[in-house]
């Protein structure tokens, strides 16, 4: 099925997925899509295949949805603000079943400013907002942001930078910019505990970009491998994952968490993505060749076993995790150069209960279908 927007004007940056289930099999599935030209961001009800409300924000923006899914914190580069967008739908666990609670999406009031507002970390819902122009983490509970309120605990690093934050239980861990080069990628990962102060010594991180949960466990993407991060005695416990000695000349920037199944998928180089077993003793790296130039990739939100990775030739892949390879492919749009600006609109894959949804920005178009064993 195809949702057609109404003006070919409206260019699609960015989905993200949202929706749970109860045990009378409810269903509430909403998108938030970004416009890339415009301070908007259109909710789109994929169970009705229609839109049901349009939130004007104050730039267009990046979206980032929470652990819940209740929030979607909505990321202004040119306004210096995160806004803070309640989907709408919350899940009450009952135990032996789960009530839906599906309202209108609204903007909650919840305005963070700074500098040049970039990652945005959910961990257990403490919510860590990393302002780069200003080398400072925001920090605010999932609950406060909901209820409108916009009191944060401020964590600074070193310099101003391009970096990362995560509100890891008492302590927040807090990426180390290079001191000598600012401008340049983080080279570590310090621990600060409630007072600020520094704890342990700092976990080496050369050009870090990319972070990721899956389970009880959190990564750091480093030049070097990962750093995987587990709760220890009292502070979290870092340690160190090389890259093997087999893989070829390249890294992971991006890294995304596995649900059901403990793993990363992280890219690596344009043409290929690589799984990671952070538990493995030996053969923590699987790499998985493309056909062509990678475009975007994300993990199924039901189906632990699959993964998604958009080409630039128009086709989606299904990557069986188990397996390390891809099992389909599905020809979808015309090609996406990836050749230009990195922010240039090409398709981004969102996960909705049994469909898989592509936004086709140069035809205005989302494609949404059936996640099917045998197709994407």
Request: charged share 25%.
């Amino acid at each position: 099925m195809n949702l057609q927007w109404r003006s070919a004007s409206v260019l699609l940056a960015l989905v993200s997925g949202i929706g749970v289930a109860s045990a009378d099999d409810k269903e509430a599935w909403r998108l938030f899509v970004a416009d890339r030209e415009r301070p908007k961001v259109t909710v789109v009800d994929t169970v009705k295949g229609q839109p049901v409300e349009t939130l004007q924000i104050k730039a267009p923006a990046s979206l980032f949805r929470s652990e819940s899914g209740r929030t979607v914190f909505a990321v202004q580069g040119d306004a210096g603000t995160v806004t803070a967008i309640a989907s709408g739908i919350s899940f009450e666990d009952h135990g032996d079943h789960g009530d839906i609670d599906v309202e209108a999406p609204k903007l909650t009031g919840t305005e963070i400013v700074g500098q040049k507002p970039s990652h945005v970390v959910d961990h257990d819902g403490a919510v860590a907002l990393f302002f780069d122009g200003d080398g400072v983490a925001r920090i605010l509970s999932e609950k406060a942001a909901l209820d409108g309120k916009s009191e944060v605990r401020e964590v600074k690093a070193e310099a101003p930078h391009h970096g990362v934050a995560v509100a890891y239980g008492a302590h927040v861990l807090l990426s180390e910019p290079n001191r000598e080069k600012p401008d340049e990628l983080p080279v570590g990962i310090r621990t600060v505990d409630e007072a600020g102060a520094q704890v342990g010594e700092i976990a080496a991180c050369p050009d870090l970009h990319g972070e990721a949960s899956s389970g009880n466990i959190l990564a750091f993407a480093c030049a070097t491998g990962l750093l995987v991060v587990t709760h220890g005695d009292g502070v979290p416990e870092i340690r160190h994952l090389p890259y093997a000695d087999d893989l070829p000349d390249g890294k992971s920037t991006t890294l995304l968490g596995g649900r059901g199944l403990q793993y990363f998928l992280g890219n690596y180089g344009p043409d290929k993505v690589v799984l990671i077993d952070p538990t493995a003793q030996k053969g923590a790296f699987r790499l998985v060749e493309l056909p062509t130039r990678r475009v975007h990739f994300a993990v199924d939100p039901i189906r632990p076993k699959f993964a998604y990775v958009y080409t630039e030739d128009g086709q989606l892949h299904q990557l069986d995790i188990v397996a390390g390879k891809i099992a389909n492919s599905l020809k979808l749009t015309d090609p996406y150069s990836m050749n230009g600006h990195w922010n240039d609109p090409r398709p981004r894959i969102a996960g909705a209960g049994d469909r898989i949804v592509v936004p086709d920005p140069l035809q205005a178009k989302l494609h949404t279908g059936p996640q099917r064993s045998r197709r994407p």
